[in-house]
C-alpha cells in the first residue's frame, strides 16, 4: 500500500513524552504531551522537538528557557488526553490533570511525580519556520527511577512501559514496547571492532 507522504508517524510509533514549563512569572504550570521529540546523535546532551508556533509550551520556553521532558509509561494513557486539550495560559494544567510535582534541581520547572524518568532542560537554540519551531534543548540532570532499571542499570522496558503512539488520519494509537533480547556494542558496526566514540562515553563519566 502506497500511503500520503504525510502519513509519517502512522509508520514509526513515536515515543509520549510529556513536558512541563511554567508561565514567566513562575505562577502557572503548564503540561503538554508531545511526540515529535528526539535526542541529537550520541553521546551527546542535546534533544529536538517539533513544537507548532502556537503552543504555550512554546511561549514558556521561549519566555523561561528551560523545561522539563517527563518520559511516561502506559499508567499516564489517561493524562493524555486532559493535559493535550486546549486550555487558557493562566489554567494549572498539574491541576486539570491530577499530577503532582517532583522538585527540578537544576531549573524552576518542576517535573512531573509518577514519571519513570525527567530531563531538566534549558533552551539551547531554535530554528523557527512560520508553522514550526524545532526547540533545541540542553538536558541539564538526566534521572530515571531506579525501578524501571535492569541490573546493569539500562532501561527494563517490561517494567517502564514507555508510553508510544501510533498516529492514524484520525486519530492516535497508543502502544507500548516490547525487548526482543537482542544486543549489539556500538563496535560491532566498525570495522576494528571499536566505537570511535567510545573515549567520548569516558570522559563524560
Ligand atoms: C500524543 C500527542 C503528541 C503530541 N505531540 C506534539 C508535538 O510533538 N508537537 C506539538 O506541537 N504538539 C503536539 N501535540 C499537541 C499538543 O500537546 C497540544 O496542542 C497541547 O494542547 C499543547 O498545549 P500547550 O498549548 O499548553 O503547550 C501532541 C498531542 C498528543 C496527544
Partial sequence: ??????????????????ISTLSKDGGVRNIAPYSCIMPILRPLDLICIASATRRD????????????????????????????????????????????EKRSETIRAPGIAGSYAWMECTLFKEYAEPDFVLILGKVLRLEVADEV?????????????????????????????????????????????????????????
Fill in 1 to 18: 500500500m502506497i500511503l500520503k507522504t504525510f502519513m509519517r508517524e502512522g509508520i514509526m510509533p513515536l515515543s509520549v513524552a510529556l
Fill in 57 to 100: 509550551t512554546l511561549i514558556n520556553i521561549r519566555e523561561t528557557k528551560e523545561f522539563v521532558v517527563n518520559m511516561v509509561g502506559v499508567d499516564f494513557s489517561d493524562k493524555i488526553v486532559p493535559t493535550a486539550k486546549v486550555a487558557p495560559p493562566e489554567v494549572d494544567e498539574f491541576e486539570v490533570a491530577g499530577l503532582g
Fill in 149 to 205: 532499571l535492569n541490573a546493569a542499570g539500562e532501561l527494563n522496558v517490561a517494567k517502564a512501559q514507555p508510553l508510544m503512539m501510533i498516529g492514524s488520519k484520525k486519530g492516535m494509537h497508543f502502544c507500548t514496547l516490547k525487548d526482543i533480547g537482542m544486543f549489539y556494542s556500538f563496535g560491532s558496526m566498525f570495522r576494528e571492532g571499536k566505537d570511535p566514540l567510545a573515549d567520548r562515553y569516558l570522559e563524560k563519566e
